[in-house]
């Protein structure tokens, strides 16, 4: 019978598998009910914990059709380390780069409950890691790098296979840049209006120079704000389009208040 696969974001049991201890009947609707759950949805390999039963129960399909089944299956030894792009039915057709073991040995019983091992490496290893993975309430997502796994979590949260190039995040470091500007900004502004209390010309003077080099600071960071911008822009494919009218606005806003600010202190400051 075929079976629904359960997939996110139904949460899956946190309880490992449980060992089979009857070969029986029950066990082998299981495994049949795995075998036509796999063929109607083509898929590769199937473990009972993903169409929701706890029992210790894995099939992979070999490409001449027939199944591989693994009872009671137990990791025993592994070698080498491989990096691949995987995908499992929970995630539908979401992809993540995982780090696997390259070579795994395995024990495990068939249907008439006699002890078996296997060795596997490549594609078939990979296959038996995640597999396994559910016979303890996991999948994927537990062996992932904590960059790997937040852009997993992105693609979780848009339903899609975006990289980190296909969004659009909500800061940027070109931000640090415009903060950088309006607090010089905000100091030369206030340089001017303290000018109002000073009488002293020599005091005066300095105060000037400090708001034409403050003047020429400023104009040279939004120059750099714009350049970065746009380079931070064409990372993110998304933004590419959205934010460049917001860049070139900030830019524009941002020169006009430096204008005005030196006009301003070009007035209240009497050395000027």
């Known amino acids: 019978m075929i079976k629904e ?15 089979v201890r009857l070969f029986n009947e029950e066990l082998f609707t299981l495994i049949d009910d795995l075998k036509d759950t796999i063929n109607e949805n083509n898929l590769q390999a199937l473990s009972a914990f993903e169409i929701g039963d706890y029992h210790n129960v894995i099939l992979i399909k070999n490409g001449d ?27 539908g057709e979401l992809t993540a780069e995982v780090t696997r073991f390259e070579k795994v040995s395995l024990v495990y019983q068939d249907r008439e409950a006699k002890n078996c091992s296997l060795q596997a490496e490549g594609d078939l290893a990979i296959l038996l890691q995640r597999k396994l993975d559910y016979l303890f309430g996991a999948t994927f997502i537990q062996k992932l790098s904590k960059d790997e796994r937040e852009k997993f979590e992105l693609k979780l ?28 900004m905000l ?3 206030g340089i001017a209006l303290s000018s109002l209390f000073i009488e002293e010309k020599s005091i005066l003077e300095s105060m000037w120079e400090y708001q034409s080099y403050g003047f020429l600071v400023v104009f040279f960071l939004n120059i750099c704000y714009f350049f970065y911008a746009q380079y931070e822009g ?18 524009f806003i ?19």
């Open 5 to 19: 696969i359960i997939k996110y974001p139904t949460p899956l049991s946190i309880e490992f598998g449980v060992n």
């Open 187 to 189: 100091l030369m502004l």
């Open 234 to 251: 064409k990372k993110y494919i998304s933004c590419t389009s959205c934010q460049i009218g917001n860049i070139i606005g900030t830019l």
């Open 65 to 91: 059709g027939s199944f591989l089944e693994l009872i009671n299956p137990s990791l025993i030894t592994h070698s080498g380390k491989i990096t691949t792009q995987e995908q499992t039915a929970y995630y």
């Open 157 to 184: 949260e848009y339903g899609t296979n975006i990289g980190i190039k296909d969004y659009c995040p909500t800061t940027f470091f070109r931000d640090k840049i415009l903060k950088a500007i309006n607090f010089l």
């Open 254 to 272: 941002s020169l006009i208040k430096l204008t005005l600010l030196y006009v301003a202190s070009y007035i209240l400051i009497p050395s000027s």
